[in-house]
């Protein structure tokens, strides 16, 4: 998974961060979930090598695709006509391909995520069959002064296997390249000023603040008709409880890898250098720059409110240089001004 990704944007590599350093940080990233699911059942993998293998994987994958070859089949028919049903989801939701989806409190702003894994569960009762299907997604955040791979699973229920669903009905879809697009937009923006403190401006209908001010704004669901500037600061946010989550699976494990974080800190503040069990980076791989969150929290300058702000309508603060020239002062006393401020 996103080998070509990273052959055709590698040239927009940072020239701080090495190819080596990001290549491992993409290569941990892209077999983490493969890792931890084959220890899990008894298969051990090195984890420091570039490409994890288990012999013999290949010709299982072979066998059990050939003996569901006609389901396969079938389920192909069934996508290439915008339609799925739950027998036809582990083709819809392959492992590595990336989806899109959106997150509660977020006005409806897509969401990419990574499939890691997928399964398949019929539970009875008394009364009736319940068929779910679970999707283990990925997506990339913010916890502070770095970054962290998120992890969730996603419970799709139906009452029946064979029920006929649009693709664009469901929760979770290909991901199309327009859409792609604005994805990777989000990404680089997101890779710039997720991590540490950044001044900058943001658009109308963009920033949501978790306070109500008079009644009038909503808790986090509300954006602000207002343009204006804010501080981005992730940690500090996530220290006074205001977060860029969304109330919803995938904010639940933003806000827990936050905790963790924050608990593996503070276990190292105190001496416990074993505790290194977190995946962080500081830099996010040109291919998982689809699947990061789309909301950063920070403090609005303009309402004098915490809350979090959409990252793609963020940008650098433009400066109105001219104002000084106009400003009516004697010339000796702007230049002292001047002098004063620029040191």
Same mark, same amino acid.
């Given at each position: 998974?996103?080998?070509?990704?990273?052959?055709?944007?590698?040239?927009?590599?940072?020239?701080?961060?090495?190819?080596?350093?990001?290549?491992?940080?993409?290569?941990?990233?892209?077999?983490?979930?493969?890792?931890?699911?084959?220890?899990?059942?008894?298969?051990?993998?090195?984890?420091?090598?570039?490409?994890?293998?288990?012999?013999?994987?290949?010709?299982?994958?072979?066998?059990?695709?050939?003996?569901?070859?006609?389901?396969?089949?079938?389920?192909?028919?069934?996508?290439?006509?915008?339609?799925?049903?739950?027998?036809?989801?582990?083709?819809?939701?392959?492992?590595?391909?990336?989806?899109?989806?959106?997150?509660?409190?977020?006005?409806?702003?897509? #969401?990419?995520?990574?499939?890691?894994?997928?399964?398949? &569960?019929?539970?009875?009762? $008394?009364? +009736? @069959?319940?068929?779910?299907?679970?999707?283990?997604?990925?997506?990339?955040?913010?916890?502070?002064?770095?970054?962290?791979?998120?992890?969730?699973?996603?419970?799709?229920?139906?009452?029946?296997?064979?029920?006929?669903?649009?693709?664009?009905?469901?929760?979770?879809?290909?991901?199309?390249?327009?859409?792609?697009?604005?994805?990777?937009?989000?990404?680089?923006?997101?890779?710039?000023?997720?991590?540490?403190?950044?001044?900058?401006?943001?658009?109308?209908?963009?920033?949501?603040?978790?306070?109500?001010?008079?009644? #009038?704004?909503?808790?986090?669901?509300?954006?602000?008709? &207002?343009?204006?500037?804010? $501080?981005? +600061? @992730?940690?500090?946010?996530?220290?006074?409880?205001?977060?860029?989550?969304?109330?919803?699976?995938?904010?639940?494990?933003?806000?827990?890898?936050?905790?963790?974080?924050?608990?593996?800190?503070?276990?190292?503040?105190?001496?416990?250098?074993?505790?290194?069990?977190?995946?962080?980076?500081?830099?996010?791989?040109?291919?998982?720059?689809?699947?990061?969150?789309?909301?950063?929290?920070?403090?609005?300058?303009?309402?004098?409110?915490?809350?979090?702000?959409?990252?793609?309508?963020?940008?650098?603060?433009?400066?109105?240089?001219?104002?000084?020239?106009?400003?009516?002062?004697?010339?000796?006393?702007?230049?002292?001004?001047?002098?004063?401020?620029?040191?």
């Amino acid at each position: 998974r996103g080998i070509a990704l990273w052959g055709e944007y590698k040239s927009k590599l940072d020239s701080g961060y090495t190819f080596t350093e990001i290549q491992h940080v993409h290569e941990r990233l892209t077999h983490k979930y493969f890792i931890e699911i084959m220890s899990g059942v008894g298969f051990p993998v090195v984890a420091d090598k570039p490409t994890p293998v288990v012999t013999g994987l290949d010709s299982l994958i072979l066998f059990v695709e050939d003996h569901y070859s006609e389901t396969i089949a079938v389920a192909k028919e069934l996508i290439q006509e915008q339609k799925a049903n739950m027998n036809s989801f582990f083709e819809l939701y392959r492992p590595g391909d990336i989806v899109e989806g959106t997150a509660f409190g977020l006005n409806g702003h897509p #969401v990419g995520f990574h499939v890691c894994d997928c399964y398949f &569960e019929v539970e009875k009762s $008394m009364f +009736d @069959t319940v068929y779910s299907f679970h999707l283990v997604l990925q997506c990339i955040a913010s916890v502070g002064d770095m970054f962290t791979s998120i992890e969730f699973i996603e419970v799709l229920y139906s009452d029946d296997s064979e029920t006929i669903h649009t693709i664009p009905s469901l929760a979770y879809r290909p991901v199309s390249e327009t859409t792609k697009i604005s994805l990777l937009e989000v990404g680089t923006r997101y890779s710039q000023f997720a991590i540490g403190q950044h001044y900058v401006e943001y658009k109308k209908n963009s920033f949501s603040p978790h306070k109500s001010k008079k009644g #009038v704004l909503g808790v986090g669901t509300t954006n602000s008709p &207002e343009e204006g500037r804010i $501080m981005l +600061d @992730t940690e500090r946010a996530y220290g006074y409880k205001h977060t860029a989550m969304s109330a919803d699976t995938a904010g639940l494990a933003i806000s827990k890898a936050f905790l963790a974080y924050k608990n593996l800190k503070a276990s190292r503040a105190s001496g416990d250098q074993t505790a290194n069990n977190f995946s962080m980076f500081s830099r996010i791989p040109p291919a998982f720059q689809y699947v990061t969150w789309p909301a950063v929290a920070g403090f609005s300058f303009t309402l004098k409110q915490w809350g979090h702000v959409l990252i793609a309508s963020v940008d650098e603060v433009k400066y109105n240089t001219d104002s000084f020239k106009r400003l009516v002062l004697p010339p000796k006393r702007k230049e002292l001004l001047e002098a004063i401020v620029t040191q």
